[in-house]
């Protein structure tokens, strides 16, 4: 397993300092795609120089909230996998690695959809999905859809991506090694507390397909993407069944100071280092 630290910010030059600094404690960094000017060949350039001189090797995380893969409207949904094989050419770019969707937030006006409209939206979003981990494979990029977290005004089927019913159905549905889980420990943890959701049961769901992490912590109030050991997480149970369950991927530090992503990454080498 590798531990990686992520860049929270918006600021392309923000971002550079951000990668010296943290290039002595991490050799893995998040970036986001929604930094502006982010894939400008000049920011592709330098972000390569990293790469060569610090062994940088670099994740996305992908546009969320603004690109829809599961919209009826034909357009709106082109547009969205047209933007992500945008991002996808972008990570490629600078050695691939891997692009981290949330899954589609819910429509305009979806309390007024038809059952039929309602069930259209999960195909058009498998059918997305396939369509973009299909373009990634040949080009380094592995496609992983995070566990959503818990909102009291979210529509009930949402809850299908925070308790894994969703990505257990579309990992099913899309079998390309290429693509899998990420699985969000503070997400989990949050939802975990307004239903019954044992570790083990959601390995036995999507463990297989488990490629990434998303490492924070929290009191299981809310989502509050505290240090790892910070909240109350169960660390040692998750390591041991990411371990068992043959992970060999990375864990993504999702905090926003580098102080708490230091401490964090010293608290999991403590806890299993056998497993680092």
Not at 45 to 70: C, E, P, Q, T
Not at 197 to 219: E, T, W
Not at 246 to 260: A, I, Q, R, V, W
Request: glycine share 6%; proline share 4%.
């Amino acid at each position: 397993m590798k531990i990686s630290a992520s860049y929270w910010g918006r600021d392309v030059n923000e971002m550079y300092k951000f990668i010296e600094k943290c290039s002595k404690e991490f050799s893995v960094v998040r970036l986001s795609y929604w930094i502006f000017g982010l894939n400008h060949p000049s920011v592709i350039s330098k972000l390569n120089s990293y790469r060569k001189k610090l062994g940088i090797s670099y994740n996305v995380h992908m546009l969320w909230g603004n690109i829809d893969l599961s919209s009826n409207i034909k357009n709106i949904r082109l547009g969205s996998i047209a933007e992500s094989k945008e991002a996808i050419d972008f990570l490629s770019s600078i050695g691939g690695g891997v692009l981290n969707f949330h899954p589609s937030l819910k429509p305009l006006f979806y309390k007024f959809f038809s059952s039929q409209e309602k069930a259209k939206l999960f195909g058009n979003e498998v059918e997305s999905f396939k369509e973009i981990v299909s373009y990634a494979k040949d080009k380094g990029v592995v496609i992983v859809i995070e566990n959503a977290t818990s909102f009291p005004s979210n529509y009930p089927e949402f809850k299908r991506s925070c308790n894994f019913t969703f990505h257990k159905n579309i990992v099913d549905k899309i079998k390309y090694p290429n693509f899998g889980v990420n699985f969000d420990t503070g997400h989990y943890f949050q939802h975990s507390h307004t239903e019954s959701l044992p570790l083990p049961k959601v390995f036995s769901m999507v463990g297989k397909r488990i490629k990434y992490v998303h490492a924070h912590d929290n009191d299981g109030s809310y989502d509050q993407h505290l240090a790892v050991g910070k909240g109350k997480f169960p660390w040692p149970e998750f390591l041991d069944l990411l371990n068992s369950y043959g992970f060999n991927g990375t864990l993504e530090l999702e905090l926003s100071k580098l102080s708490d992503q230091i401490m964090s990454k010293n608290y999991l080498l403590n806890l299993r280092p056998e497993y680092f």
